[in-house]
């Protein structure tokens, strides 16, 4: 490791949370986990065979560029993209065997070209708006048009939920299966039918259908209600003191001496800031846990390091780890109590850590 400041990762945790998730919905409902944005945090690359053991369907990602680096390191795993893929860069999905959210009929129309063109049947599966109107169509004269190219597998089709209430994800529900009875009566049948994300996963179990795409919950991310499921944090965020400064009462300390000694004391330098994904809007609020002690975080929250009051911690010395997010145990920070804190939700949290950290893996 060539920085101190690391993000670990429990495969061990995160091949339980991905069993825990298969149990919970049983045989016949198959689990693609998403791992956009870098596994939100985490590193797909590393972290994709843990998931491939436990029996992902899928690899799920966002963009071409994240589908692409999965294909590089994993030849032959079904992965998917949720997400739209400009008409120009089609081709590339049809030659790396990627499955394809579209929307339109022109977009079948490409694949189906670029399909015969390359002697084999591109994989799509179709995205519906129920009413989230971000991604999709409802109208079913095009649906029908989708599934009319004989040159593609149209294997799926899929919603998303906004979750505004029980009520409203009924209503979008309604919709989707409205639509997907309409097609099956013409014929036209599904191997994958999926709305649901972590939250619908555990919260509604009549909506997992026969697929679930559950982000958050893979990485032990917990924002269900109503359900349970007990999976756990498979992140911890850590550092270690680089230098311990003695500050005396009334000096600042950081930028524009924002934070200012209230008596003689010992504060410590971290080699971590925003730019490793840290909230710069954590000051006055974030902190640090270092021999189980929290460390409140002092002054301005720079770009590469940061502050912390080190007065509570007895015999501290520069080099002791200090845990920016644990598993709240020994007093550490959760992911979740960060979300609280930086005003957000968990997933940005992870998301948002950047690439300069080293990600280890720990088996
Ligand atoms: C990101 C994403 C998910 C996973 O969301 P979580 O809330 O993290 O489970 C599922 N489906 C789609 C379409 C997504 O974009």
Redesign the pocket.
């Known amino acids: 490791m060539l920085r101190d400041t690391v993000v670990q990762v429990n495969l061990g945790v995160l091949a339980d949370n991905m069993k825990k998730i298969c149990e919970m919905v049983g045989k016949g409902v198959a689990v693609m986990p998403?791992i956009?944005?870098d596994g939100?945090g985490h590193g797909a690359v590393g972290i994709a065979p843990t998931l491939m053991e436990q029996g992902a369907a899928y690899l799920?990602v966002?963009t071409l560029t994240e589908a692409l680096e999965l294909r590089t390191q994993y030849k032959d795993y079904p992965v998917f993209i949720?997400?739209h893929t400009p008409d120009r860069l089609l081709p590339i999905v049809v030659e790396q065997n990627i499955t394809q959210?579209i929307f339109s009929s022109a977009q079948a129309r490409i694949l189906a070209e670029e399909s015969k063109k390359a002697g084999k049947k591109a994989k799509i599966h179709i995205?519906v708006d129920t009413g989230f109107h971000r991604?999709g169509i409802d109208d079913l004269q095009e649906l029908k048009e989708i599934c009319s190219f004989k040159e593609i597998e149209t294997e799926g089709i899929?919603s998303?939920l906004a979750l505004v209430n029980e009520e409203e994800n009924e209503k979008q529900v309604k919709k989707f299966l409205g639509i997907v009875d309409e097609l099956e009566k013409q014929g036209i049948h599904f191997k994958y039918k999926h709305i649901?994300?972590?939250?619908a996963?555990v919260d509604y179990p009549e909506y997992r259908m026969n697929m679930i795409?559950?982000?958050?919950?893979?990485?032990g991310?917990r924002?269900f209600e109503k359900g349970f499921v007990d999976v756990e944090q498979a992140m911890t965020f850590v550092t270690r003191i680089s230098q311990i400064r003695q500050v005396r009462k009334g000096e600042g300390v950081g930028y524009d001496y924002l934070w200012k000694a209230p008596e003689n004391m010992a504060i410590g330098t971290l080699p971590f800031g925003y730019a490793d994904g840290y909230p710069r809007n954590m000051r006055g609020k974030g902190y640090v846990t270092i021999k189980g002690v929290k460390c409140p975080i002092i002054g301005v929250i720079c770009m590469d390091q940061c502050m912390v009051d080190l007065s509570g911690v007895p015999g501290v010395k520069e080099g002791d780890p200090a845990i920016i997010y644990g598993d709240g145990s020994e007093s550490t920070m959760t992911i979740e109590e960060a979300a609280e804190l930086a005003g957000t939700n968990k997933?940005e949290i992870v998301a948002r850590i950047s690439a300069r950290p080293p990600r280890e893996y720990i088996k």
Do not use: C, E, Q
Request: glycine share 8%; hydrophobic share 55%; net charge positive.
């Open positions: 998403v956009k944005a939100y799920a966002a949720l997400g959210t995205k991604l899929f998303h649901a994300d972590s939250i996963a795409r559950p982000g958050a919950l893979v990485f991310l924002s997933n």
